[in-house]
């Protein structure tokens, strides 16, 4: 029987739709096919499609990228400060439900606007926020995050030198990808079993892929070793319960 997962981030690369350098990089293609292509191996049954610093404010291959995968998927977007609350419910009726900060590659300037920005999409249609971020970065963070209502981090927080930071975090409330386990620089089960010990609700599965960047991309195994640290119970919450219940929370 194939796993049954919510896969809490991925990216969609359509060439048909803008692209942006970003440190001289640009992403090869990757389609909603391909994807499917790679996931053939288990029973996705949801997702998040997340836009990437590549993407910049193009909204346009996001709401493609959700119609084509179904109503099982929802779309984590990355937004100008002025945005206006139409265009959020805009979005959100195509299926965005976050809105994300790509603070390691987007620059320390998006802290100034990040407050402001997750709090109203926040009060116009109950988005919550997303960070890519390294986790020792978070202890000059913390106020900030505990003024928003909801907050979730990506890929465990890259590093082991972070890891008592994110667990303060999570013991907060927040939320963790458990994704890009080839991006980061700590032992990978360790900190699986340590977030999910600190509250079992708060790691969400992602794949990452196509996993752009990473020194080690998405694996099979990645799988395996959730089931592996967190036994039956734990990994079907991580796999797919947690992230299925946080995002259906947003629609």
């Given at each position: 029987?194939?796993?049954?997962?919510?896969?809490?981030?991925?990216?969609?690369?359509?060439?048909?739709?803008?692209?942006?350098?970003?440190?001289g990089y640009l992403p090869e293609p990757y389609t909603v096919n391909d994807y499917l292509l790679d996931m053939k191996a288990y029973h996705v049954a949801g997702g998040a499609v997340v836009s990437g610093s590549f993407q910049g404010y193009d909204q346009s291959y996001l709401t493609d990228a959700l119609a084509s995968l179904g109503p099982g998927f929802s779309g984590v977007t990355q937004l100008p400060p002025e945005t206006p609350s139409e265009e959020i419910l805009r979005l959100h009726k195509a299926g965005v439900r976050a809105v994300r900060f790509n603070i390691k590659r987007g620059g320390r300037k998006m802290l100034e606007q990040m407050e402001d920005t997750a709090l109203h999409v926040y009060d116009t249609a109950g988005w919550h926020a997303e960070l890519y971020i390294d986790a020792v970065d978070l202890p000059e963070l913390l106020p900030v995050l505990r003024r928003l209502p909801a907050v979730s981090i990506d890929h465990l927080g890259l590093t082991e030198e972070g890891l008592p930071d994110l667990l303060r975090f999570v013991e907060q409330g927040?939320?963790?990808?458990?994704?890009?386990?080839?991006?980061?620089?700590?032992?990978?089960?360790?900190?699986?079993?340590?977030?999910?010990?600190?509250?079992?609700?708060?790691?969400?599965?992602?794949?990452?892929?196509?996993?752009?960047?990473?020194?080690?991309?998405?694996?099979?195994?990645?799988?395996?070793?959730?089931?592996?640290?967190?036994g039956n119970e734990g990994s079907s919450k991580v796999l797919y319960d947690n992230a299925a219940s946080w995002y259906k929370k947003k629609s």
């Open positions: 029987m194939k796993p049954k997962l919510f896969d809490a981030h991925l990216h969609i690369i359509d060439p048909a739709y803008p692209l942006i350098q970003n440190e927040g939320r963790v990808k458990a994704s890009g386990f080839g991006r980061g620089n700590l032992d990978v089960k360790k900190a699986l079993i340590s977030l999910y010990d600190a509250d079992p609700e708060a790691l969400m599965f992602g794949s990452d892929l196509p996993s752009t960047r990473a020194p080690r991309p998405f694996q099979h195994e990645d799988v395996q070793l959730i089931i592996e640290a967190l």
